[in-house]
């Protein structure tokens, strides 16, 4: 569970830079001339981004339901306090 907990947050903070690293498309219709069909143009670049955004989204919904799955079967199989027999406390023997 720690491996997938520490996973979930390296995918977390990669989409949150992916994230940020995106140009909002608000006024910006003009800008970023030149070919589109570059790599590394402004389009390219957006593509690329877009692209890695919805790999990450699915890589952490999947992680998500994953740990769910997991730590559902781990309280399925834990015993409840209340199912313990009860004992007499024990004195130390002198």
């Known amino acids: 569970m720690a491996v997938l907990l520490t996973l979930h947050i390296i995918i977390t903070l990669s989409m949150i830079g992916v994230i940020l690293l995106q140009k909002s498309d608000g006024g910006s219709a003009l800008m ?17 981004l877009t692209h890695a ?8 919904i999947a992680n998500c339901i ?8 781990a309280i399925k199989n834990a ?3 209340l199912d313990a027999p009860k004992t007499a406390p024990q004195t ?3």
Do not use: E, Q, Y
């Not at 970023?32 to 690329?48: I, K, P, T």
């Not at 955004?53 to 952490?60: K, N, V």
């Not at 994953?66 to 079967?73: F, G, I, P, Q, V």
């Open 79 to 81: 015993s409840s306090v």
């Open 66 to 73: 994953l740990m769910t799955a997991l730590s559902n079967k």
């Open 92 to 94: 130390p023997k002198k």
């Open 53 to 60: 955004t919805s790999i990450l989204a699915a890589l952490f």
């Open 32 to 48: 970023g001339g030149g070919s589109s069909s570059s790599m590394f143009s402004a389009r390219g670049v957006a593509n690329l």
